[in-house]
């Protein structure tokens, strides 16, 4: 056990040393998120059972049973050029994404779509699943 530990905390060394040509550590859940932490000030820690990440934007605690991936990246959180959900990409997700995204489903206007925004799921396929999550979206009352 000990040994584990002292292994994990070499590669969180060698982890920090690396970060400074990077500006973003990115994990990727095993759910398909991904959360992307900035390297300034960066400072990782563990438990038992969380990473606990602390920048200079706060402290961000990641369960170790959820990280799929952890990785340096450039590429920062606010490269989305689409709303997920705003399948007609109008910029707003309402009903009417609903309406296109079950058109396009039943094979009709299928041309003024955006296929990622339409994968509500985010699991890279565009189907049924999504329009119910699509409406559960609408109906919950935080906005995504
Ligand atoms: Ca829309
Ligand atoms: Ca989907």
């Given at each position: 056990m000990k040994k584990t530990i002292i292994t994990m905390l070499i590669a969180l060394v060698a982890i920090c040393a690396s970060a400074e040509t990077y500006s973003y550590l990115k994990f990727t859940k095993t759910n398909g998120s991904t959360v992307t932490c900035s390297v300034e000030g960066i400072k990782l820690t563990y438990d038992y059972s969380n990473i606990i990440v602390t920048n200079a934007e706060g402290t961000t605690t990641i369960a170790l049973a959820d990280v799929q991936d952890m990785y340096f990246s450039n590429e920062g959180s606010t490269t989305p050029t689409y709303k997920v959900g705003d399948v007609n990409m109008d910029g707003d997700v309402n009903i009417a994404d609903v309406t296109a995204l079950i058109d396009y489903l039943?094979?009709?206007?299928?041309?003024?779509?955006?296929?990622?925004?339409?994968?509500?799921?985010?699991?890279s396929e565009v189907n049924i699943g999504d329009v119910t999550s699509l409406i559960d979206m609408l109906l919950s009352s935080t906005p995504q």
């Open positions: 039943l094979g009709g206007g299928a041309s003024a779509i955006n296929l990622n925004a339409a994968d509500v799921t985010g699991d």
